[in-house]
T-cell receptor
Framework: ELKVEQNPLFLSMQEGKNYTIYCNYS?????LYWYRQDPGKSLESLFV?????AVKQEGRLMASLDTKARLSTLHITAAVHDLSATYFC????????????FGQGTELSVKP | DAGVIQSPRHEVTEMGQEVTLRCKPI?????LFWYRQTMMRGLELLIY????????DSGMPEDRFSAKMPNASFSTLKIQPSEPRDSAVYFC????????????????FGPGTRLTVT
């Protein structure tokens, strides 16, 4: 059974600091997704990583994928309050794509 | 584009009643997904469709749950009879599976339906 584990589950950061969220998964997959969810809201797609070594960046967020280590990271640079949210990684298990198995989520709080 | 549309946004019902959740995917998208989110179990994929055909329903918790997609622009998730443990936020998501000959993977989520079964 595929397991997707994130750590940390809770992260309190100060503005301006850097930090990394880790996403480990237990079986082979070449597709990994990162989503953001604000409290009481829907999920917003951040990144789709499709191959080993893939790196994508958007603003202060950068995601990478190491399929050999079964590890993805979401790096936050110089955090700002607007980044406070819950971040989910998800691994794609479907042959046709789409069967996403989500991690538990990392609740990020950025404080001034 | 209006995005994925779900209705109702909130539903409160009594145990034993039938509940129907509705989803309209983004126009032109040909894959549709139903998810459930709870504090205890997190986000779970219940079922997904490609071109209106159910591909994988292994996440549907039990026979009380059923989903249909009669056409490309509408899907329903039905719970009959409902139970308190079905209380959750149910999300619908859609995806354009193939764009210009390339498979795409990004899923776009709707706002969700918050279901409370008392």
């Amino acid at each position: 059974e595929l397991k997707v584990e994130q750590n940390p589950l809770f992260l309190s950061m100060q503005e301006g600091k850097n930090y990394t969220i880790y996403c480990n998964y237990s079986t082979t997959s070449d597709r990994l997704y990162w989503y953001r969810q604000d409290p009481g809201k829907s999920l917003e797609s951040l990144f789709v990583l499709l191959s080993n070594g893939a790196v994508k960046q958007e603003g202060r967020l950068m995601a990478s994928l190491d399929t050999k280590a079964r590890l993805s990271t979401l790096h936050i640079t110089a955090a700002v309050h607007d980044l406070s949210a819950t971040y989910f990684c998800a691994v794609d298990r479907g042959n046709q794509g789409g069967k996403l198995i989500f991690g538990q989520g990392t609740e990020l709080s950025v404080k001034p | 584009d209006a995005g994925v549309i779900q209705s109702p946004r909130h539903e409160v019902t009594e145990m034993g009643q039938e509940v129907t959740l509705r989803c309209k995917p983004i126009s032109g998208h040909n894959s549709l997904f139903w998810y459930r989110q709870t504090m205890m179990r997190g986000l779970e994929l219940l079922i997904y469709f490609n071109n209106n055909v159910p591909i994988d329903d292994s996440g549907m918790p039990e026979d009380r749950f059923s989903a249909k997609m009669p056409n490309a622009s509408f899907s329903t998730l039905k719970i009959q009879p409902s139970e308190p443990r079905d209380s959750a936020v149910y999300f619908c998501a859609s995806r354009l599976k193939v764009l210009g000959g390339q498979v795409t993977y990004e899923q776009y989520f709707g706002p969700g339906t918050r279901l409370t079964v008392t």
